[in-house]
DNA sequence: TATTGACTTAAAGTCCACTTTAAGTTGTAA
DNA sequence: TTACAACTTAAAGTGGACTTTAAGTCAATA
């Protein structure tokens, strides 16, 4: 019976794979102060379960339209506390703003290609207007432009 | 009474606000080949309100991933003709199906950070266990990672 | 008529987020 | 013990989509 019960480590590889990044991806966001690891002996870099959590958020932050500085000030912002709160708040709702503005956005844009898609699809089958222009179909479904 | 009816005409840089863009994107889309400018006797460019809807419509499709090179490949297969309609149409799709993959996934980034948000309210505002991770918090939400 | 702003071109520069290279060290399997 | 994959660093390179610069021409307003 061991007394002490020792975390299961990765190496960088490991690591990058564990969380779909390569290696020199892990070192460039540690590079930018993301994340740090910890080093064995002979100066090698290891990860642990914490860390995979931790990569896996960020990813999710960084899914939401967070850029690497953003990041970055998260990250020192949550290295200095909980007064920073307020602070990782603002930042976190800015960037919820920001998205939702985008997403509304795309939204349209999705609109107009699956129209645009359906036209081609009539076009083809010949079955209503094989002449009636795509600005006319448009008008006709409801959207404009 | 006049015979002929002149259509409206627009500057580069006229057309550039109209859209959104600047002069100098305008100039590197043609430059691409994604449209064609008419020139006046001093060879300057000069646009038309059908050149606006065409540009308009690019920006959707652009809007939905498509990328430069791919806008160039649709504009070729439209020139030539009714008989591309069927690649156009699987580039459509292509680029719709690719769409919907991502907008899948940032669906779930904003769950997360939507989650992130109102964990950090809580614990500002100290109304449940402000030690709770955030782990436990999403868990506690539905949530996995 | 003079000035100013908008246009013209080709080419070089920018930004972001990695990715690749180069040169060297270390750990493990045969 | 020998090979070979995986690790180390710093620095340079990449890709996409513009943006900026430079040097010059043209059009409209005071």
Redo the contacts between chains.
């Keep these: 019976m061991q007394a002490i019960k020792t975390e299961a480590t990765y190496t960088i590889g490991e690591f990058a794979d564990l969380v779909n990044l390569t290696a020199p991806t892990i070192r460039y966001y540690e590079s930018q102060g993301l994340l740090k690891a910890r080093r064995n002996d002979s100066g090698r870099r290891y990860f642990t379960a914490a860390d995979i959590?931790w990569v896996?958020?960020l990813l999710?932050?960084k899914?939401?339209g967070m850029s690497i500085s953003d990041l970055k000030q998260y990250v020192t912002w949550r290295a200095m506390g909980?007064e920073t709160?307020?602070n990782?708040?603002e930042l976190?709702?800015n960037?919820?703003a920001d998205?939702l503005e985008k997403?509304r956005?795309?939204q349209?844009?999705?609109e107009?290609?699956?129209d645009?898609?359906n036209w081609?699809?009539q076009?083809?089958t010949g079955k209503t207007s094989g002449q009636e222009p795509?600005?006319d179909y448009l008008k006709r479904m409801g959207h404009k432009?």
Tied chains: 1, 2.
Excluded: C, M, N, S
């Design positions: 959590k896996k958020f999710h932050l899914g939401t909980d709160i307020p990782r708040l976190l709702e960037t919820q998205f997403y956005e795309v349209h844009h999705l107009i290609l699956t645009k898609i081609y699809k076009k083809e795509f600005a432009e």
